[in-house]
C-alpha cells in the first residue's frame, strides 16, 4: 500500500483481482474510535471555539445524538457540525440561556458550494474568501486532528476484525472507505497492524463515500459483486448511491456483527445469496438502532 498521497485517480486505476469489491469503513466499523475521537477531540473543540462552555452540557446532548447515536452517524465532520448547531438552536435551554449561538451562514455555504469537504478545500475557501467564520472552522478542524493524533493511540480493531479481513481479501478486493481524513486514516491501519489488507485507503480527500465506491469499482464489477460494511446510515446511503449491497456493523454490538459477517454474511456475499431477504433483515435490525429524533424531543429540526 503506497504511502504517498492518495488521487482519485488511483482509486479509478485500482487493479481488479477478484470479481468481487467490498469497501468496508474504519472509525466505529474497525476501531472502537467513535465515542473517543467525538467526546474528546470533536465536541471539546467545538464548546472552545463557539465559547459555549455556559451551555456545554446541551451541545454536548446535540453533538453526541449527532455524531453517536443517530441516523446521521459517521457523516462528515462538516455536516455534523451544522446539524448539531440547529439542533442547538432549537433547544429552549440554549435559547433562554443567553449565549450567542453560532452563526451558520459560512458552514452551510461551504457545504453547499460543491466543494470537497476536506480541510484543504475549506483552507482555499477561507483564504479566497477572508472570511472570519470559515477561519474559525478551520482552525477547529485542524484542532482536531493534531487532537486525535496526541489521543488516540494504540487502538485495537474490534474482536474478529482480522479473521474478517483475512476472509475477505482470499476472495474480494477490499478499499477502506471514510469520510476521516488520509493521514489519521493510514497511522491507525498501520499502527494496528492491518495496512497490508486494504489494497486503497480513501480519506474525505477524495470525496464522499459513494464517489469512492463508484471511482473503485468503475464497471468492473457485475451487479450484485460490490458490497459496502459500515456502522452508519451514511454508509447504507454510500452504498445504495453506487448500486452496492450493504452489511452493518451494529452500533453497540460490534463484535457480534463481525462474528456474523464471518460466519454467515460474506459466504451469502460471495455465493450471490446476499441481497433480497437477508439483507433487508440485516438493514432493518440497523435501522432500529438509530432514531431520526433526539429523545429530548418529539419532532426536532434535523436535515438530512
Not at 451558520?104 to 475557501?125: D, M, Q, R, V, Y
Not at 469499482?217 to 459500515?230: E, Q, S
Not at 447504507?236 to 450493504?246: I, N
Request: glycine share 8%; with cysteine.
Amino acid at each position: 500500500m503506497p504511502m504517498t498521497p492518495f488521487t482519485q485517480a488511483d482509486l479509478l486505476a485500482l487493479p481488479q483481482r477478484h470479481d468481487a469489491l467490498v469497501g468496508l469503513d474504519s472509525d466505529g466499523c474497525v476501531f472502537p474510535t467513535m465515542e473517543l475521537k467525538q467526546k474528546q477531540c470533536f465536541h471539546a473543540e467545538i464548546i472552545s471555539r463557539w465559547q459555549l462552555e455556559p451551555i456545554g452540557r446541551p451541545l454536548r446532548d446535540c453533538a453526541e445524538f449527532v455524531n453517536l447515536y443517530s441516523r446521521w452517524r459517521g457523516q462528515n465532520r462538516f455536516p455534523a457540525l451544522l446539524l448539531t448547531f440547529e439542533l442547538l438552536a432549537a433547544r429552549a435551554d440554549a435559547r433562554a440561556s443567553g449565549v450567542r449561538l453560532p452563526d451558520t451562514a459560512a458552514l452551510k455555504a461551504f457545504i453547499h458550494s460543491g466543494l470537497p469537504l476536506s480541510n484543504a478545500a475549506l483552507e482555499k475557501e477561507a483564504d479566497r474568501t477572508g472570511d472570519t467564520e470559515l477561519a474559525r472552522l478551520l482552525a477547529w478542524s485542524l484542532a482536531i486532528n493534531a487532537n486525535v493524533e496526541r489521543l488516540v493511540k494504540n487502538i485495537a480493531p474490534f474482536r474478529g476484525v482480522r479473521e474478517c479481513l483475512e476472509s475477505i481479501c482470499w476472495s474480494a478486493d477490499l478499499i477502506v472507505v471514510s469520510q476521516t481524513p488520509e493521514e489519521a486514516l493510514v497511522r491507525e491501519w498501520q499502527t494496528s497492524g492491518l495496512e497490508n489488507f486494504p489494497a486503497f485507503i480513501a480519506g474525505q480527500e477524495l470525496g464522499t463515500k459513494a464517489e469512492h465506491l463508484q471511482l473503485a469499482a468503475g464497471g468492473k464489477y457485475a451487479a450484485g459483486r460490490v458490497l459496502m460494511i459500515g456502522d452508519a446510515f451514511g454508509d447504507l446511503h454510500a452504498a445504495r448511491a453506487a448500486g452496492a449491497l450493504f452489511f452493518p456493523i451494529n452500533p453497540g454490538h460490534e463484535e457480534a456483527s463481525w462474528r456474523r459477517l464471518h460466519d454467515e454474511a460474506l459466504e451469502k456475499f460471495l455465493a450471490g445469496a446476499y441481497a433480497g431477504a437477508y439483507q433487508a433483515g440485516r438493514i432493518a435490525e440497523f435501522e432500529a438502532l438509530l432514531p431520526e429524533f433526539p429523545p429530548w424531543a418529539a419532532k426536532a429540526m434535523v436535515k438530512g
